[in-house]
C-alpha cells in the first residue's frame, strides 16, 4: 500500500519527502500513520528499483531538499500494480481506497472497470464480523448493541459503495 501510494502521488508530480509524507498521511494516516522510519526505506527500494529518482534542489532557507519524481518505468509499474490489484488490495478497504485515489492513471476503462468488478464481487460475497459456526450473522441476530452498531455501519457502507460500483461501470461502459 505505502509503495502504491508513492508511486501514485509521484504520478502526478514531483515532491519532496515531507510533502509526500503528508500526502499519504492525509490518505491513509489516520488508520496507518507513515512513520518516517517506514517512509524512506521504501523510496529507497524504489529508487533501486529504477521506479524514481531523486534530485537535489537548494532549500529555501537551510539544507537542500531532495525531490523525488517517477521514472518512465515507475509510471508502468504504478498502472501494472492498479491493473492487477492483489486480493488484499480489493477486500482491505483501505487499502482500496488507495487502489481508488490512483485509479484514474489506468487510461484503459476496461481495465478500470475490471479492478471495480473485482470489487463488486467481493462486496457480494455473503460475510458478517461476526458468525455462528460458518454462518454469518446479521444485525437482527444479535443482542449486543455495539456489534449491531458494526454491522448497521457496514451495511449502510457497503450499500453506498455497491451503489456507487454499479453507477461507474455503466458509465465506463
Known amino acids: ?66 525531490v523525488l519524481s517517477l521514472t518512465a518505468t515507475g509510471r508502468r509499474e504504478l498502472r501494472r500494480r492498479l491493473a492487477e490489484p492483489a486480493r488484499t488490495d480489493i477486500t482491505d478497504e483501505n487499502r482500496w481506497f488507495t487502489v481508488l485515489a490512483f485509479l484514474r492513471h489506468l487510461d484503459d476503462p476496461a481495465a478500470q472497470s475490471a479492478v471495480l468488478r473485482r470489487r463488486l464481487d467481493f462486496l457480494q460475497e455473503p460475510a458478517s464480523f461476526f458468525y455462528e459456526g460458518d454462518r454469518p450473522l446479521r444485525t437482527e441476530e444479535l443482542e449486543d448493541p455495539f456489534r449491531q452498531g458494526i454491522l448497521t455501519i457496514a451495511r449502510a457502507t457497503s450499500r453506498a459503495e455497491l451503489t456507487w460500483l454499479r453507477r461507474t461501470l455503466a458509465a465506463l461502459g
Open 1 to 66: 500500500m505505502l509503495e502504491l501510494a508513492i508511486l501514485g502521488f509521484l504520478y502526478d508530480c514531483s515532491l519532496h519527502g515531507y510533502e509526500l509524507r503528508k500526502r499519504i498521511t492525509a490518505l491513509t494516516g489516520h488508520v496507518r500513520p507513515v512513520a518516517e522510519s517506514t517512509l524512506y526505506p521504501a523510496i529507497k527500494r524504489l529508487e533501486r528499483a529504477g521506479l524514481l529518482v531523486r534530485e537535489t534542489q537548494p532549500g529555501a532557507v537551510a539544507a537542500p531538499r531532495h
